[in-house]
C-alpha cells in the first residue's frame, strides 16, 4: 500500500489481558516510531527503530510494553497485563530515514479500549 | 530540548489565507522545522518542513524568520476540510507533539 498501515484499527479487550498492536511502514521507509494519543491530549512519543534497532527505548511508560521489528519492516507494540490507562490511540509513523530532513508519516492509529 | 509555542485556536473565513505561527526560540542550528496536521479521528498528516528557506508544496507555504526563531504556516485559500488541528515540532527524535492550534474554517 502507500501508506502506512495499522491492524486492528479498533481493540476492546479485558484489564489484565495481553494485546499486540502491528504497523506496517511505507515500503523502503527505514525508521519506524511508535506514539500514544488520550482523548484530547497531544501525542506522546513511545519508541522508534533505526532498522530493526530501537536506540531509545525511554519513552515506553513501564515494562508491560514493548516492541519489536523484524526484517526492517512490519513491527508490533505488544502491552501486557492491560490496564484501564492504558486505553488510548496508538499511532505508528515511517520515514525515509532517522534523522533531521525526513518527515514522518502516519498510520490512521488503532484505537484500544480496555473494560 | 527545541520547544514551540502555537496559540490554542485560531478561526479563519473560508477562501481566505491562513496564517498560523509558531514560535520555536531555542532551536538548533540543524534542526528542521515541521508542520503537521490532525483531523479529528485520523493520524497527524504531514505538510511540510523546512530549515532556512522558505518552503512551498501543494499544499502550503512555510515561511521561517532570519533568526529562526519563529515560522508561520500559510494555507493560501482555506476551505472547510482545512479544519484541523496544527502541530509545529522541531525535533525529529523524540517530539512530543503538544496541543498544537485548532484552526476553524468558517463558511
Known amino acids: 500500500g502507500a501508506g502506512v498501515s495499522q491492524s486492528p484499527s479498533n481493540k476492546v479487550t479485558e484489564k489484565g489481558k495481553d494485546v499486540e498492536l502491528r504497523c506496517d511502514p511505507i515500503s523502503g521507509h527505514t525508521a519506524l516510531y511508535w506514539y500514544r494519543q488520550s482523548l484530547g491530549q497531544g501525542l506522546e512519543f513511545l519508541i522508534y527503530?533505526?532498522?530493526?534497532?530501537?536506540?531509545?527505548k525511554s519513552g515506553l511508560p513501564s515494562d508491560r510494553f514493548s516492541a519489536e521489528r523484524t526484517g526492517g519492516s512490519v513491527s508490533t507494540l505488544t502491552i501486557q497485563r492491560t490496564q484501564q490507562e492504558d486505553s488510548a490511540v496508538y499511532l505508528c509513523?515511517?520515514?525515509?530515514?532517522?534523522?533531521?530532513?525526513?518527515?514522518?508519516?502516519f498510520g490512521n492509529g488503532t484505537r484500544l479500549t480496555v473494560t | 530540548d527545541a520547544k514551540t509555542t502555537q496559540p490554542p485556536s485560531m478561526d479563519c473565513a473560508e477562501g481566505r489565507a491562513a496564517n498560523l505561527p509558531c514560535n520555536h526560540s531555542t532551536i538548533s542550528g540543524n534542526e528542521y522545522v515541521y508542520w503537521y496536521r490532525q483531523i479529528h479521528s485520523q493520524g497527524p498528516q504531514y505538510i511540510i518542513h523546512g530549515l532556512k528557506n522558505n518552503e512551498t508544496n501543494e499544499m502550503a507555504s512555510l515561511i521561517i524568520t532570519e533568526d529562526r526563531k519563529s515560522s508561520t504556516l500559510i494555507l493560501p485559500h482555506a476551505t472547510l476540510r482545512d479544519t484541523a488541528v496544527y502541530y509545529c515540532i522541531v525535533r525529529w527524535q523524540k517530539v512530543t507533539f503538544g496541543t498544537g492550534t485548532k484552526l476553524q474554517v468558517i463558511p
Open positions: 527503530f533505526q532498522g530493526n534497532s530501537a536506540p531509545d
Open positions: 509513523a515511517s520515514s525515509l530515514e532517522a534523522g533531521e530532513g525526513s518527515p514522518l508519516h
